[in-house]
């Protein structure tokens, strides 16, 4: 069966540090785009990070986290992360890790959610 389960989420305090780990099973995450978003109660859904397939990948991250954030792959592990530093209270969400495959042209069949992890910033 194909899914993305998320994991590290936590409490810490503003200025701290979290992992999240995105373990894919039943495909290789390599192959797809990757995504965390994050959504906190009463906000969109917003990117916080993406990765691209294959070898390298490029990533990308909105001016919100930037430099703050950072987005990997572990391909041996088949997991991708996202280092989280000096986090603030406006970081608290539900964080999802999303995958991506499939393409063709702007179209993509393959898309696969985690149920999320739990991240609180708070003093």
């Known amino acids: 069966q194909v899914h993305v389960v998320e994991s590290g989420g936590g409490l810490v305090q503003p200025g701290g540090s979290l992992r999240l780990s995105c373990a894919a099973s039943g495909f290789t995450s390599s192959d797809y785009r990757m995504y965390w978003y994050r959504q906190a109660p009463g906000k969109e859904r917003e990117l916080v990070a993406s990765?691209?397939?294959?070898?390298?990948?490029?990533?990308n991250y909105p001016d919100s986290v930037k430099g703050r954030f950072t987005v990997s792959r572990d391909n041996a592990k088949n997991t991708v992360y996202l280092q989280m530093n000096s986090l603030r209270p406006e970081d608290t969400a539900m964080y999802y890790c999303?995958?991506?495959?499939?393409?063709?042209?702007?179209?993509?069949?393959?898309?696969?959610w985690g149920q999320g992890t739990q991240v609180t910033v708070s003093s």
């Open positions: 999303n995958a991506v495959g499939d393409c063709r042209g702007h179209v993509c069949y393959e898309d696969y």
């Open positions: 990765i691209t397939s294959g070898v390298g990948g490029r990533t």
